[in-house]
């Protein structure tokens, strides 16, 4: 059977998308999908064909976000057609709790265009608490081919090295012209460092969420080994908050880490998505394994074009490793609370139970408060501390004509006045 007689037997209705008539494709199994993510049917109301844009990336294909937090791709013909032969299995993996495949719900073609597309979750999307603080977007493969997307909400540039744009000075750029702006160096260097942090760096979970980060990744290795395809990425979004109300409600993958400054409390919400899993390992892959082994200058090592096998394996042993268990959960007391509580003592304060004479003093006084509420110039309250300033005045006023004494008199009256500060410092 061709491909294309497969592509006919899977077309399963037509309906309207965007203003278009659309025929679908298996779409008794993605609805099941959509059941089971509990996916409205007007989930497309807000796309229009007019929306898409040219991605970023080396594959540039149109590609529209809704403000519901979907994505509408055009595919490839090779991306279309193994959509087709992994549907059943897609669908059914999805069907699962434990997975950071991205999920497909809708395949169609526009019979107006001809283009086919897929439909899937945006990975970095979620209900808005206000402006979302991404400290990482990154996009990884577990090889050089890692890339920093965004940092500190702020995209990075994509410079790429490419054997046709000698105009951009791409080979010299990752190693000198440190402060040329003619030829793209800087933004080459950003780009580079980028790359660089993405590949090499740490992040963090708790314990716990390593431990089901580890088995759910390596589980979707193994599934991507069997269906045979290989250049697959892990989408990794960080935000990064001061304040835990901003990661409250945000999903499993929440945990909070000190800042290495000034110790404070930041806490993190990740997000998690495989995206581009459609690539199976063809002639052309092969072609491209041999140029890049007889270039090195061209691609560093590790490549990212490798058979799928060890692709799955490193795939899975980079990312397990590159998260450290060294976060902390998030937990109540981290939250501001309504009703007032008691401020713990200063280190090296002891805080004793109140005495009854102490207890009684203050019912008193609380009582004199509710009494002479409306006269404030005549409360209680304010008399004693005028009796209190006068008592201090008259104090020192004792302790300055001691001072004048002899000198043996004036140590005594030093003492004296340490002792009149201490008792003044009681009564207040």
């Known amino acids: 059977m061709t491909a294309g007689d ?13 203003g278009h008539e659309v025929s679908l494709y298996n779409d008794d199994q993605f609805a099941a999908v959509r059941k089971a993510h509990k996916i409205p049917d007007d989930f497309l109301s807000d796309f229009k064909f007019s929306n898409l844009k040219h991605a970023g990336g080396k594959g540039g294909n149109p590609i529209a976000f ?21 549907t059943e299995r897609l ?38 608490i206000g402006k979302i603080f991404w400290k990482f977007k990154m ?14 909400n702020e995209d990075t540039p994509e410079v790429h090295k490419r054997f046709w744009m000698c105009w951009n000075c791409w080979y010299c750029c990752d190693y000198c012209c440190y402060d040329c702006d003619s ?24 314990q716990k969420q390593k431990i089901k980060f580890a088995r759910t990744l390596q589980s979707d290795a193994e599934f991507l080994k069997k269906c045979g395809t290989m250049d697959y990425s892990l989408l990794v979004g960080v935000e990064a908050y ?21 110790g404070d409390k930041v806490y993190l919400v990740y997000h998690f998505g495989i995206v581009d899993i ?100 005549h409360s209680p309250s304010r008399k004693t501390e005028e009796q209190l300033e006068g008592k201090k005045e008259e104090k020192k006023d004792d302790v300055i004509a001691t001072d004048e004494t002899k000198e043996g008199d004036g140590q005594r009256a030093e003492k004296s006045l340490g002792d009149v500060t201490s008792d003044a410092e009681q009564n207040v």
Not at 244 to 258: H, L, N, Q, V, W
Not at 283 to 307: D, E, H, N
Not at 342 to 361: C, K, L, N, R, S
């Open 139 to 152: 996009d990884l493969k577990g090889c050089q081919d890692d890339r920093m997307i965004q940092s500190d």
């Open 278 to 377: 459609f690539q199976k390992w063809t002639c052309a892959k092969v072609i491209a394994r041999t140029i890049k082994l007889s270039c090195p200058c061209f691609a560093p090592r590790p490549l990212s074009t490798i058979q799928p096998e060890p692709y799955a394996n490193r795939f899975a042993q980079h990312l397990i490793a590159k998260f450290l268990p060294t976060a902390e959960d998030i937990i109540a007391s981290d939250f501001p609370s309504d009703t007032k509580q008691t401020t713990p003592a200063p280190a090296g304060v002891i805080t004793a139970e109140p005495t009854a004479d102490v207890t009684q003093t203050e019912v008193t006084k609380e009582k004199d408060k509710e009494n002479d509420e409306g006269n404030p110039d």
């Open 183 to 206: 030829c793209g160096c800087l933004e080459r260097r950003k780009y580079k460092l980028g790359k660089v942090e993405a590949y090499l760096g740490k992040l963090q979970l708790t």
């Open 66 to 86: 809704t403000k519901k937090g979907f994505i509408v791709k055009n595919l490839k013909e090779g991306d279309h057609q193994c959509l087709i032969e992994l």
């Open 242 to 262: 001061s304040s835990p109300e901003d990661a409250k409600d945000a999903g499993e993958y929440t945990c909070c880490i000190r800042d290495e400054t000034t």
């Open 91 to 128: 669908c059914s993996r999805a069907s699962q709790n434990e997975s950071f495949i991205s999920p497909f719900y809708l395949h169609f073609k526009d019979l107006q265009s001809g283009r086919n597309f897929a439909v899937m979750p945006n990975a970095f999307w979620r209900i808005s």
């Open 6 to 18: 497969d592509t006919k037997k899977s077309v399963s209705g037509e309906k309207t998308i965007g």
